[in-house]
């Protein structure tokens, strides 16, 4: 394992690269700048690294920041372009929370220096990590798949309609990921019996998007849960009353059984790849 304190590395030979962005609540020192710590942390993809922590008995790299994405969002477009120009999004450096709320007090949103500074210090080695290390499994294996974990509140009206399904897997349209790959997983989603959906509305962020290059043997899924599937989550607004609810591992077991199937299956189709 490797650790620079916030970035950890915990390496596996199995080609699968697991990335971890949003389970981060290190807030750099910054907490005084936000309307409130609480605020920075709640759309954080709570309790993640404990739903998947199963991963490395499998064989897995896990890659995982502890920096917030309120912070630097290491799945957005380090340029700046939005990940869905016209619809509403968050930015690189979140000035606002997903249901639009501003994140900083006045006249203490990062200016470009300061975007520029955290990109340098957060981005950049998570993405130059991800990259060691599909350079490391793809000299080791033919093909590999590297799958990005994300959770989201299950109504967020700024950001969808309605209620999200449980299961939704982004593979940028089609393009970051083979197609057989993409149709075993979505069938371990739809045998569930659970709402879930392929590239419905979240397709893959910068990560799935950078990262898949499936002609050159490495193959993008991002699998977006939404929290009642693994969580307590609250009916009606979230408060520091009730968020985060806490981490119920009894609750989890069967988005974690599934959620096994689904790496245990892209495993064995990167497996049974030679070339
Ligand atoms: N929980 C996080 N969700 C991702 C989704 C990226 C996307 O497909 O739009 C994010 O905001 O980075």
Redesign the pocket.
């Known amino acids: 394992m490797s650790d620079s304190s916030w970035l950890t590395v915990n390496r596996g030979d199995a080609p699968l690269l697991v990335s971890i962005?949003?389970t981060g609540t290190g807030l750099a020192g910054l907490d005084g700048s936000f309307v409130s710590p609480w605020l920075a942390r709640r759309?954080t993809?709570w309790w993640i690294e404990q739903l998947y922590d199963f991963a490395g008995e499998l064989g897995a790299t896990v890659v995982r920041t502890t920096v917030s994405?309120s912070i630097i969002?290491v799945?957005?477009d380090p340029s700046g372009v939005s990940?869905?120009p016209g619809q509403a999004?968050?930015e690189l450096c979140p000035t606002t929370t997903?249901d639009g709320e501003a994140l900083y007090k006045e006249g203490q949103a990062p200016d470009d220096n300061e975007v520029a500074r955290r990109r340098a210090t957060y981005f950049e080695p998570y993405h130059a990590a991800l990259e060691k290390e599909v350079a490391r499994l793809r000299a080791l294996h033919p093909q590999i798949v590297l799958y990005d974990c994300?959770?989201?509140r299950s109504v967020i009206p700024r950001l969808f309609e309605g209620k999200l399904p449980l299961f939704?897997l982004?593979t940028n349209s089609g393009t970051s990921a083979d197609p057989a790959l993409q149709d075993q997983v979505a069938a371990l989603m739809a045998a569930t019996g659970r709402p879930s959906v392929v590239n419905g509305?979240?397709?893959?962020?910068?990560?799935?998007r950078h990262h898949g290059r499936p002609e050159h043997g490495v193959h993008a899924l991002?699998m977006?849960l939404s929290c009642r599937g693994y969580m307590l989550e609250p009916e009606g607004k979230v408060a520091p009353s009730n968020w985060p609810s806490r981490y119920d591992p009894a609750f989890a077991a069967p988005m974690r059984a599934t959620l096994t199937k689904i790496l245990e299956t892209a495993l064995a189709w990167a497996g049974s790849r030679h070339s």
């Open positions: 962005p949003h759309d993809d994405r969002d799945n957005r990940l869905y999004t968050t997903f994300h959770s989201i939704n982004g509305r979240f397709k893959g962020g910068w990560i799935t991002q977006e």
